[in-house]
């Protein structure tokens, strides 16, 4: 019997363990969440205003009802329009103090990859993405609520994002692609000590760009929870696996080439605005440099 006893004992302390650390877990959760949920909510307003502006402007330049949409009649016309509105609305969110103290990701492909990076913590990680979930949400179904039924139309749908005129194959490229050079180019730019205060111009210009030529190819998301946000409220899921996995893939692939070209050295911050007075919750190279001085 006494064997039976001692693996007994063995198998109760192991369960104890087990339930010590699942505790601990849950408790450096609550710890780190009682610390930065400010900048959990600054991430999900910021995706949040991103969405109700993508849904206005898609209205305003889709719907068959509208002025604008009569006004400016060719379609390359109005992807550069909308592009140019977006580019600036991207710049604008993360310039405002709440962009300046999050990092201004509002993106949680953005938010993993910097994760890789060892730049954000676990937890900050797995709150952000769920903050940028939230606020997509939410701001679509805000967007619904102001314009009524016109962001239902056929020739709206709620600003979805779907794959264009290569099918799934191309929508795919499409978005590693694009989200590739986003992420080096924040990458490099950030990092650098003669641009880095530019960098919201960098990222505004290439959603710009993206919006005007590539948005026949996928939509132009790059965004996980920005899909995520139309397809929930239009219940419309077709190719929804890719604007989750080819964002993350092109950025992490991103990363692993910064990394490469530079030695291993990793980036300084995991904020595309460093450059002011606001607090940081990220993990920092340490490094002089004057552009990253607070």
Same mark, same amino acid.
């Given at each position: 019997?006494?064997?039976?006893?001692?693996?007994? =004992?063995?198998?109760?302390?192991?369960?104890?363990?087990?339930?010590?650390? &699942?505790?601990?877990?849950?408790?450096?959760?609550?710890?780190?969440?009682?610390? +930065?949920? !400010?900048?959990?909510?600054?991430?999900?307003?910021?995706?949040?205003?991103?969405?109700?502006?993508?849904? $206005?402007? *898609?209205?305003?330049?889709?719907? !068959? *009802? =509208? /002025?604008?949409?009569?006004?400016?009649?060719?379609?390359?016309?109005?992807?550069?329009?909308?592009?140019?509105?977006?580019?600036?609305?991207?710049?604008?969110?993360?310039?405002?103090?709440?962009?300046?103290?999050?990092?201004? +990701?509002?993106?949680?492909?953005?938010?993993?990859?910097?994760?890789?990076?060892?730049?954000?913590?676990?937890?900050?990680?797995?709150?952000?993405?769920?903050?940028?979930?939230?606020?997509?949400?939410?701001? $679509? $179904?805000?967007?619904?609520?102001?314009?009524?039924?016109?962001?239902?139309?056929?020739? $709206?749908?709620?600003?979805?994002?779907?794959?264009?005129?290569?099918?799934? &194959?191309?929508?795919?490229?499409?978005?590693?692609?694009?989200?590739?050079?986003?992420?080096?180019?924040?990458?490099?730019?950030?990092?650098?000590?003669?641009?880095?205060?530019?960098? /919201?111009?960098?990222?505004?210009?290439?959603? &710009?760009?993206?919006?005007?030529?590539?948005?026949?190819?996928?939509?132009? =998301?790059?965004? !996980?929870?920005?899909?995520?946000?139309?397809?929930?409220?239009?219940?419309?899921?077709?190719?929804?696996?890719?604007?989750?996995?080819?964002?993350?893939?092109?950025?992490?692939?991103?990363?692993?080439?910064?990394?490469?070209?530079?030695?291993?050295?990793? /980036?300084?911050?995991?904020?595309? @605005?460093?450059?002011?007075?606001?607090?940081?919750?990220? @993990?920092?190279?340490?490094?002089?440099?004057? =552009?990253?001085?607070?």
């Amino acid at each position: 019997m006494k064997p039976l006893v001692e693996s007994g =004992s063995i198998r109760d302390g192991g369960l104890q363990q087990i339930e010590t650390f &699942a505790q601990s877990r849950a408790l450096s959760a609550l710890r780190i969440f009682g610390l +930065h949920w !400010p900048e959990y909510l600054m991430e999900a307003g910021e995706l949040g205003l991103y969405m109700l502006f993508a849904c $206005v402007l *898609a209205t305003l330049l889709q719907h !068959p *009802a =509208s /002025p604008v949409r009569h006004l400016i009649s060719g379609s390359l016309a109005r992807r550069v329009l909308y592009g140019l509105a977006m580019g600036s609305t991207v710049v604008g969110i993360v310039m405002t103090p709440w962009g300046k103290q999050s990092g201004g +990701h509002f993106n949680p492909a953005i938010t993993l990859t910097y994760y890789r990076l060892r730049k954000v913590g676990l937890w900050d990680a797995l709150f952000y993405a769920a903050a940028q979930f939230s606020g997509a949400t939410w701001g $679509v $179904v805000i967007a619904a609520y102001v314009l009524r039924g016109a962001l239902a139309h056929s020739a $709206v749908r709620y600003a979805v994002t779907v794959p264009g005129v290569y099918g799934n &194959a191309g929508a795919f490229i499409g978005e590693l692609t694009i989200s590739f050079v986003l992420m080096i180019t924040i990458l490099f730019v950030t990092n650098s000590e003669k641009v880095a205060r530019s960098t /919201p111009y960098f990222v505004g210009a290439l959603y &710009a760009i993206y919006i005007a030529f590539e948005t026949p190819l996928s939509g132009m =998301s790059m965004n !996980p929870a920005r899909t995520f946000g139309s397809a929930f409220r239009a219940s419309y899921w077709h190719g929804i696996w890719i604007y989750f996995i080819a964002p993350t893939l092109g950025m992490f692939c991103a990363a692993e080439v910064f990394l490469r070209l530079r030695g291993g050295a990793p /980036p300084y911050c995991a904020k595309l @605005h460093h450059a002011n007075n606001k607090r940081c919750i990220f @993990h920092h190279r340490q490094q002089s440099t004057k =552009s990253h001085s607070s």
